[in-house]
């Protein structure tokens, strides 16, 4: 969809675009838009056939209107019962949408053509009435391919005669039709099967109609083959094409390129000089190839045979049958000689010659009588094939015999047929048949019936059997099993295959027509007369692979009868499925310090598709070189030692890609979180050193926090959770301190009556499983009212002495035992907060204590006699930490 005039694609670009337009203004007599105080006019392309709600374009934004105005804007449409069915307007903005009725071109115009095109014209008023202006607008529906060719007529027949030159041509009136416009319209037409005897050419006339035109390639011979089924097929010019298809029948007509042939050129018979008139001698039988007109023969005697001949013996000239017309003069004639042409149009006659030799009798010749059982027309005697074997035809009298002669009776001709005395009827004979006839093998027999007496003499009586034909043959597919291959996705009613069954039976009695079985899907079709098989919705191998349904061919006769062919239709893949991942994202927990080239997890991953269609290849878009994957079994592994602490998170982009051509992929992302492991000890930030100390003041109240002990882990979870323990000590009594396991908190219990220095050994310990991990620093406490000497400090510091055991850390003995224990509540921070305000509190009145004691201590040292240590005071070393007083070694 465009618009013609200028409108702005993007806001990023309006300026670019209006400054265009204003040159344009200069150098053009067409503006982007005319003056704002004449009628405007705006112009949009769409494609037919758009959603409803489809933007077409914006009618205030391409007229450059200041929204900003006082009273705003108004767009209104007047002719909206008509203009509202294709387009919905935007009474604020001005924009256009299409409506719920989809636009179709060839509806909206359908005398359109392309060189005048289809618009769709509106009028909008611009209001209020202060800013009122008359606004055209023109809205360009464009073709879209969305109707296929089709012809006028379901089947189209076309006739040729068979003495029709190579490369004549035979225009096809009835040619395809399509609304679409361009290259959307018919281009092309082309035979799905030319018989190697014919090709199509497309010529174009002045208007642009296409004509296609039947070429014949090769010589044509209507009596090998008499007409041709096939389909033409109708393509037109969209992307992809769209095809119409009509039955297309080559009827080959007959010329008059046979000429009657004899089947016998040379007959000869024996009559005796009393056989009676009326007795048939002979029947000529001439063939010709041709129908109809072509075909006629009619018999005649040559004008070399005399008159009086002619008259004596009577020729039919329509069956070519000979009897004697007339008594024969047997004491003068004793020969005779006819010849007789057979006349075809247009044809030079054939000729036969019938030669009759006349036998005198004395005592006058036998005579055979013939009485007809089955039905009898003019000597021809007609029999169904239905009648079983022996079925009786007629009965043959032999009469005037003499007292001492003998007649011998038989058959000349060949067929299933016998005769034979009836019974024990003396000169009776009955003629049957030995066997079941066949019309479709033989349709009528010529016989002669012998009668020899003992003189010699001959007399033959000529009979033509006919046989009727009955529906006793049902149709017969050239294939009992029809297999066929289709690619899926195929467009609507593709041409499968033409289905083709025979029926020897004659007439009406031999048409097939084709029918689908009741397992067929109706989704299949198959046309009736012709047995084209067609499918008319679009196949999908992933939905169903193979079908197998039964096919009928049925004949007019009576009683119907049939036969069944098994079609065998396979769906063959094409790469339109893309991988699938199960999972969108997959997810993987992974302790750290995993082993390289361990198995992380395994990607299911699935393509509905077949063979190399099929085929998925796994690969790693993103940190590949930390991370493999297996394509075989999809299974995730890690080339690296992985370390928590270093990174617990990794996201991995894992591409699928099928093997079709294109091939079609899809991406999964995988989330690997590292399970921490306790592979790391405590860390001790507070106290520094196991050579810091503190100086606590001998007054201090039992129940006073003196200092702590800081400790990290850089694990997470339970293995990072720290407990805190007091192992061992050197000085004080036992119990004099006590520490929070879960804070570090170190506390005095008891009052310190000796001052000096005290040390406790304390366990900085987590939870980790199975085996949890440690830490030790020592926390020293230097017990005196100052800090004077820091060496003599520092010498009991680095002095060696055994620290004596003070208790068990609390979690000792599955965590039941221990100095304390200390539970967590529910009120826990506000707990911590107000110890840490009263701390503070407390704190600051210790130091203005401390303050006023160090300048009391300074004046009676000299007489203080309990503690004689040779201290050097070093004021500058006094640091308040974490709102305590502490002394700090240098060390």
Known sequence: MNMINCRRPSRSNRGGIWGWCILLLHISPLSCFANFSQAKELIYKIKEGLPTGTFIGAIGVDLKLDFTVQPPF???????????????????????????????????????????GCVLSLDVFLLPQQHFQLIKVKIIIEDVNDNRPKFPVNEICISVPENTHVSARFAVEHSAMDPDLGSHGVQTYWLVNDFGMFTLDVEENEGG??????????????????????????????????????????????????????????????????????????????????????????????DRVPRDTRSLFHLDKITGLIKLAAKIDSVTATFYKLTVLANGPGCIPAVATVTVHIIK???????????????????????????????????????????????DCSLEGTGPFRLGPYKQLKNEYLLETTEPLDYEKTQDYDLIVVAKNTQGLVIKTYLKVQV????????????????????????????????QATDLDGEGRGEVNYLLGGDAPGMFAVDRVTGVLT??????????????????????????????????????????????????????????????????????????????NGWVALSILNGSDIFMIDTGRGTLRTMTLLDREQQGTYHLWIEAIDGGQPALSCVAMVTVLLLDVNDNP????????????????PNTLPGTSITEVYAVDKDTGMNAVIAYSIIKRKGGEPGSFAIDPDTGNITLKRELNNRGLYSLLVKVSDHGQPEPLYSMVTVNFFVNETVSNESYIQSLLTKEADIEIEERPWYVGQMTEGPERYELCPCQPALIFLS????????????????????????????????????????????????????????
């Open 535 to 612: 499918v008319a919705t679009s196949l999908d191998r992933e939905e169903k692979e193979k079908y197998r349904f039964i096919v009928r061919a049925v004949d007019q006769g009576t009683p119907r009868r049939e036969s069944i062919a098994t079609v065998l239709l396979t769906v063959q893949d094409r790469n339109d499925n893309s991988p699938r991942f199960i999972n969108k994202d997959f997810t993987f927990f992974v302790p750290e310090n995993f082993p390289g080239y361990g198995e992380i997890g395994v990607l299911s991953v699935t393509d509905a598709d077949a063979g190399e």
């Open 468 to 499: 009727l034909d009955e529906n006793d043959n049902a149709p017969e597919f050239q294939q009992s099993l029809v297999e066929i291959s289709i690619e899926e996705n195929n467009p609507p009613n593709t041409f499968l295959t033409q289905l």
């Open 361 to 407: 009798d004395i005592t006058g010749p036998p005579a055979v009588i013939p009485r007809y059982i089955a039905p009898e027309k003019d000597g021809v005697v007609t029999v169904k094939e239905s009648e079983p074997a022996f079925s009786p035809i007629a009965f043959f009298t032999v009469k005037n015999i003499g007292k001492n002669q003998k007649v």
């Open 74 to 116: 108004l767009f209104n449409l007047p002719q909206k019962e008509v203009i509202q069915q294709y387009v919905n307007l935007n009474n604020t903005t001005g924009e256009l949408y299409t409506s719920a009725t989809e636009i179709d071109r060839e509806t909206l115009c359908p005398d359109n053509s392309a060189r005048h």
């Open 836 to 891: 840490v305000t009263c701390l503070g509190l407390f704190c600051l009145v210790v130091g203005l204590t401390a303050y006023i004691c160090r300048s009391r201590f300074k004046k009676s040292r000299k007489r203080r006699s309990e503690v004689e240590m040779p201290l050097k005071m070093k004021n500058d070393s006094m640091q308040i930490v974490n709102g305590k007083l502490r002394q700090i070694s240098d060390t």
């Open 209 to 302: 109609e296409l004509t296609p035109f039947l070429i014949v390639t090769e010589a044509l011979d209507r009596e090998k083959q008499a007409e041709y089924i096939t389909d033409i097929i109708a393509e037109d010019g969209g992307t992809p094409p769209l095809l119409g298809a009509a039955t297309f029948k080559i009827v080959i007509t007959d010329v008059n390129d046979n000429c009657p042939q004899f089947t016998a050129t040379h007959i000869n018979i024996s009559l005796h000089g009393n056989t009676s008139k009326g007795a048939h001698l002979a029947r000529l039988h001439a063939f010709d190839p041709d129908l109809g007109v072509n075909a006629q023969i009619s018999y005649a005697y040559s």
């Open 682 to 697: 405590p860390i001790v930030l507070f106290p520094q050193s196991n050579q810091s100390y503190m100086l606590v003041l």
